[in-house]
């Protein structure tokens, strides 16, 4: 049974950083590409990074150079590393195996002025 759980988020000041993880079950995390989005109220879902099986990296331009994903095969787990963060980066944040129906459940990150 696929499961991903993310954990990590919290109410953090601009210009602070936070770290998620999301720890995956049910599958070996080193065969798959994994993603990180978001969703802030009122807006759709966007895909903020992507790591493909082989480390390759992917990011969206709002917020490339202050966030990094990362994957830990070992441990079944991604992380995405948040710097600088901005109030307009306040939304939920979902794990996905990419190209899949599977996702976490959310981690909530809310950033203040």
């Known amino acids: 049974q696929v499961q991903l759980t993310e954990s990590g988020g919290g109410l953090v000041q601009a210009g602070g950083s936070l770290r998620l993880s999301c720890a995956a079950s049910g599958f070996y995390l080193g065969n798959y590409a994994m993603g990180w989005h978001r969703q802030a109220p009122g807006k759709e879902r966007e895909l903020v990074a992507s790591?493909?099986?082989?480390?390759?990296?992917n990011y969206a331009d709002s917020v490339a150079g202050r966030f990094t994903i990362s994957r830990d095969n070992a441990q079944s787990t991604v992380y995405l590393q948040m710097n600088s963060l901005k109030p307009e980066d306040t939304a939920v944040y979902y794990c996905q195996r990419q190209f899949s129906p599977y996702w976490g459940q959310g981690t909530q990150v809310t950033v203040s002025s």
């Open positions: 790591i493909s099986r082989y480390g390759t990296t």
